[in-house]
């Protein structure tokens, strides 16, 4: 089923790239406007703006009804952005948040009001050339929102899991997610050991629990096109299951 349409009618060829191969960053939660229930997505689109795509309730996304999200003085220039993940309310405001890389720099986005994000908050100017945020979802069981993220410094760094302290109003204290030494353990935990690199595995993206075990499980795309869904583990990943076989290897984004 084409995940998204133009006011009922396909989506244009080529609409998710710009003439160079340059592709859209996507990322999607739960509703974030008009407020009527039905989740939306989230585009860093190729020209290098940042955009609230409608659902239309049927599993689809109108590319007709888009609305453009602007952020505030300070924050990075969305054109920058080399990840964008939607997660959960973080810090309490019940609304949905972002988190963001760009360059080397990790970034929080909150407070989005139906035209504007109100915060962005940069967590870290460092490290994050290399870093691929997965999820920012409770794993270990505790009501916390964990980081979950894989370090392709080195081939053999596997996925890192970076335990978050409760917040002052609720979800995560965002300084434990920052930082490692901010975190619950004071250091990053090794959730998944070797073999875990980008060369291998090309894109990882955290999606809400699947297997019906309460805890958040992610899909990875494999070097020989087949895509996976492993198994999300309280300390460790616990498995794989091949989900689609060599279709995956042009995919560009899972949002």
Do not use: C
């Amino acid at each position: 089923m084409p995940a998204a349409t133009d006011n009922g009618k396909p989506v244009p060829a080529g609409y998710w790239k710009d003439a160079s191969g340059s592709s859209a960053l996507i990322a999607h939660s739960n509703d974030w406007y008009p407020g009527d229930g039905i989740t939306d997505l989230i585009a860093r689109m190729p020209d290098g703006k940042l955009y609230v795509y409608q659902g239309d309730g049927n599993g689809r996304f109108d590319i007709s009804r888009r609305t453009e999200i602007l952020l505030p003085p300070g924050a990075p220039d969305p054109a920058t952005f080399s990840q964008i993940v939607v997660v959960p309310d973080m810090n309490g405001d019940k609304m949905e948040d972002i988190f963001a890389t760009a360059g080397d720099t990790f970034w929080i986005l909150t407070g989005y009001n139906g035209a504007t994000i109100s915060e962005a908050r940069q967590l870290s100017a460092t490290s994050w050339t290399k870093r691929d945020i997965i999820d920012v979802r409770d794993i270990t069981g505790d009501g916390v929102p964990d980081l979950l993220f894989r370090d392709d410094t080195t081939p053999d760094r596997g996925l890192a899991l970076r335990r978050g302290k409760p917040g002052p109003n609720g979800g995560a204290d965002i300084n434990s997610l920052a930082l490692a030494v901010n975190s619950a353990d004071g250091k990053d935990l090794t959730y998944a050991t070797t073999g875990w690199d980008s060369t291998t595995w090309p894109l990882l993206h955290g999606t809400p629990d699947v297997n019906n075990d309460g805890i958040p499980d992610f899909y990875a795309t494999r070097n020989d096109g087949t895509l996976h869904l492993i198994n999300g583990g309280r300390a460790t990943a616990t498995g794989s299951w091949r989900v689609e076989e060599d279709d995956w290897a042009t995919a560009r984004a899972i949002g």
